[in-house]
């Protein structure tokens, strides 16, 4: 990887989650371009009866959003090893849609400038998912009985990322503000 890449491959090994791994993904997706910023969100989820961790890195380069994302796949009846599988998205910064950043504070009537969210949400589209979310449709008569339909919204679902001071720290919070700060700025100037 080029030399600006030095504090990502930290970051990957920071986070802990087969670093060498993610680190041949992300080689082969930049395909030798420089880094210009990068986030690294390792995440654990709980199923019913299993722990599952996944990783999604963020890499913004001069004319590319490269995404990462690496799942653990547990052993099973018809795998006798566990697993990973790693996927890589290279989006032109050309083609952004949309960068969203939803803050969350507490007290927000207490707020001072320059005080950072307790949770940020990364939501990144460029057209290639929608997520589209349905409700019964109703009419105003409370006593109407008839089917009126669904009613719904579609919204773009291309890459989240929410990142919490509560679980993973307040420097975790800061990293994501500054990506979604430089990335936001790189997607208006393509």
């Known amino acids: 990887m080029p030399a600006p890449s030095t504090t990502l491959q930290h970051d ?13 993904v992300l080689d082969l997706a930049l ?14 989820t709980f199923d019913a009866n299993e722990v ?27 795998h006798p090893s566990a697993s990973a599988s790693a996927t890589t998205e290279a989006v032109p910064l050309t083609e952004l849609r949309s ?13 001072r400038s320059g005080v950072d969210a307790t949770e940020l949400t990364l939501a990144i589209g460029w057209g290639a998912v929608q997520r589209v979310d349905l409700e019964p449709a109703s ?12 009613t719904g919204t579609l919204a773009p679902d291309d890459v989240v ?5 509560a679980a993973e720290g307040r420097d975790a919070v800061r990293a994501a503000t ?12 393509r």
């Open 52 to 78: 599952r961790r996944h990783v999604t890195v963020l890499v913004l380069t001069p004319t590319r959003l490269v995404v990462a994302h690496v799942d653990d796949h547990p052993a099973d009846s018809e």
């Open 178 to 189: 500054e990506f979604g700060r430089t990335l936001s700025a790189a997607s208006a100037r």
């Open 31 to 44: 395909a030798g371009e420089d880094v210009v910023a990068h986030l690294v969100h390792p995440e654990t």
């Open 161 to 165: 990322v929410r990142v919490s001071a």
């Open 12 to 24: 990957l090994h920071r986070a802990g989650y087969y670093p060498e791994l993610v680190g041949d």
């Open 139 to 150: 009419c105003p008569d409370p006593a109407c009985e008839a089917d009126h339909g669904y």
């Open 99 to 111: 960068v969203a950043i939803t803050h969350v504070v507490p007290n927000p009537q207490q707020h």
